[in-house]
């Protein structure tokens, strides 16, 4: 039985989507146990027989061992870095303790760096590795919904600065990503709601099909199936505009109010629910803009119920009572991705469609504001 572990198992109800770029093209593979293939997936690349797993200490524990039996019966010799677990860990000081751990143990050019884990530790690690030695390869093998169908596909990778967030960073694609949907049997429930916010939002921008699935019941709800429809939007969207100049803004959808949103809560609010109350707020707007039907809205709220999801400011235990329209509207001109003197907002007209404006009158702003902030 000694080199059956090697082989990579065919399993009938893995998905393979293909991610191109302006320099290649690098495979998902998505499915349930892939964790314990990790390592015959990289045996038949040209790296050396040492690798790097990046995880945080919440993951650790779950997941690492899995991860470095599966490496060392491929014949590598596995090295696992375990950073702090947070958002607050996102920066340059824990980018600083991986380079030291991989430098003390000898990474070379073609050591690849794996990222066991959520966003965060997906965004450190593929920022070390695309600068460490001017680049080693990377591997995403992503543990929350959110880097399943978000974060672990378009090369975007960095850390946060005292100054905001992600102002650091760098494009890195990754050599492949495998993402183990069991992984998410361990997930917080709000975790998973975060992660079905952008899932949502994926259906409003390409997907309505996207929609009903989220709506199926708990129970028979095909995970592999469900991420590989969310992150197909993403790769559309990202192999139209691999550097983010243009297209890509559509991913934006929600994010626009949500930020903001974020910003008057002083981070003290999780990102998935502001995006589902950016949602919401967005397709009230297209309603008054008279780009959608008033069953938009009602569409948007069905699936953010589904998915346990805040419908309100008050549902989200705020420390704070809602801000006033006004407020939110003054944070959203801080927001580094606004551009020119205008506020972009991503306007969904129906399931599947949505239109890029900029010309939206503060006054529909802030009325589609109130919708939420209650
Ligand atoms: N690079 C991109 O394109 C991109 C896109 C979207 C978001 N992001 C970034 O992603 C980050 C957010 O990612 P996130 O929501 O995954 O947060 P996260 O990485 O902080 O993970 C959330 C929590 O879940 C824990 N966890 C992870 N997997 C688990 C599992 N399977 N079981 C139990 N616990 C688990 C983590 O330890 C953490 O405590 C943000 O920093 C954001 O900026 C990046
Ligand atoms: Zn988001």
């Not at 320099?23 to 050396?48: F, N």
């Not at 934006?252 to 990102?271: D, I, M, P, Q, S």
């Not at 801080?334 to 007209?349: E, H, N, Y």
């Amino acid at each position: 039985m000694g080199g059956e572990m090697t082989r990579v198992v065919q399993d009938a109800d893995m998905k393979t989507l293909w991610v191109r770029h302006p320099s290649g093209q690098y495979p998902i593979y998505i499915g349930r146990g892939l964790r314990h293939e990790v390592g015959a997936r990289l045996a038949g690349k040209p790296y050396t027989r040492s690798a790097f797993i990046v995880t945080d200490e919440h993951v650790a524990p779950l997941y690492s061992e899995d991860l470095v039996h599966s490496l060392s019966t491929a014949r590598f010799t596995a090295h696992l870095v375990v950073v702090p677990a947070g958002e607050e860990h996102k920066n340059l000081n824990t980018v600083q303790d991986l380079y030291n751990a991989f430098l003390d143990r000898g990474i070379d050019r073609s050591t690849p760096v794996l990222a066991l884990g959520g966003g965060v530790v997906g965004d450190i690690t593929g920022y070390a590795a695309a600068t460490v030695l001017r680049g080693v390869p990377f591997i995403q093998v992503p543990t929350t919904l959110l880097a399943m169908v978000d974060a672990s596909v378009g090369g975007k990778t960095g850390v946060d600065m005292p100054q905001g967030k992600n102002l650091v960073g760098a494009f890195k694609f990754p050599d492949m990503v495998i993402v183990d949907t069991e992984t998410l049997q361990t997930l917080p429930r709000e975790e998973v709601a975060c992660g079905m916010a952008e899932v949502i939002k994926h259906g409003l921008i390409a997907d309505p099909g996207l929609l009903e699935m989220v709506s199926a019941p708990e129970e028979v709800r095909d995970w592999p199936s469900l991420v590989a429809r969310a992150v197909q939007v993403k790769i559309d969207i990202v192999e139209q505009d691999p550097f983010e100049q243009g297209r890509r803004a559509v991913l934006n959808l929600g994010h626009t109010f949500a930020h903001a949103l974020e910003r008057v809560a002083n981070y003290k609010l999780r990102h998935g629910f502001a995006v589902g109350l950016g949602l919401i707020a967005a397709a009230r707007l297209a309603v008054l803009l008279g780009d959608a039907r008033e069953e938009l809205v009602d569409t948007v709220i069905d699936a953010l119920r589904t998915a346990h999801l805040p419908l309100c400011w008050s549902a989200l235990d705020a420390p704070e009572s809602p801000p006033i329209p006004s407020h939110v509207w003054e944070a959203m001109w801080t927001d580094k991705k606004r551009r020119g003197k205008a506020l972009r907002f991503i306007v969904p007209c129906e399931p599947g469609r949505v239109i890029v404006r900029s010309d939206v009158p503060k006054s529909l702003v802030l009325q589609a504001l109130e919708v939420i902030l209650c």
